[in-house]
């Protein structure tokens, strides 16, 4: 099967109509999805989204630690930072660029292409920072609270099972009683494959 040319990547225009995102300025998006490695080998291209991502980064936190704020006004201040943290880590922001489809709009070099760099999460990540940085700066804060506030509500369930799972309370209290972390054996396994029962001590 013949390898995709690196440069079949979907246009911002295209990226903007698909995500109804309200950008009056598509060569701000077009940037947020130009990495670095695009730009050394295009030096006539728009810069890469490294300083949109640092904006992007800055605007999430208020963005998710408002609507954190909000949507648990009985949560207490050390669960919000938690929560907050949770929404706004590498892994989680790659998952909402998977779910939007960023990817296949990633404009990079052809070597970051081939090995499989718009599959990675650092970098997967670092572009959703920059699709809010270039958005914020656009269409202003309530367009990245319209944007950002569904992709939140749909993994707000998932990441606050994660972060009350037993095993992560025990290994939080184990270290805050000075006993570093547990060590587990596991002494019976049963069920299916896709669906394991583990008894652990």
């Known amino acids: 099967m013949p390898q995709p040319n690196v440069r079949d990547f979907e ?3 295209e990226l903007s109509r698909r995500l109804t995102l309200p950008f009056q300025n598509l060569s701000l998006l077009t940037r947020a999805l130009t990495h670095r490695s695009y730009v050394n080998e295009n030096p006539n291209s728009t810069e890469d989204n490294e ?3 640092f904006l992007g980064d800055a ?3 208020f963005v998710v630690g408002a609507w954190v704020y909000h949507r648990f006004p009985e949560m207490p201040e050390g669960d919000l930072t938690k929560l907050r943290s949770a929404l706004v880590r590498n892994d989680q922001l790659a998952h909402f660029a998977r779910e939007l489809d960023l990817g296949r709009a990633l404009r990079l070099g052809r070597g970051e292409f081939i090995t499989g760099g718009g599959h990675r999460d ?3 990540g670092s572009t959703f920072e920059a699709v809010i940085g270039a958005l914020y700066l656009d269409s202003g804060l309530g367009a990245v609270e319209a944007f950002v506030k569904p992709l939140l509500e749909a993994a707000r369930e998932e990441v606050i099972t994660r972060l009350h799972d037993p095993k992560s309370l025990l290994q939080e209290w184990a270290q805050a009683q000075k006993l570093g972390s547990p060590h587990y054996h596991t002494t019976s396994m ?3 494959d896709h669906a394991r029962t583990f008894e652990v001590e």
Request: aromatic share 0%.
């Open 51 to 53: 300083r949109l991502e």
């Open 11 to 13: 246009t911002a225009s």
């Open 59 to 61: 605007v999430l936190d």
């Open 122 to 124: 650092a970098l997967l």
């Open 190 to 192: 049963t069920g299916p």
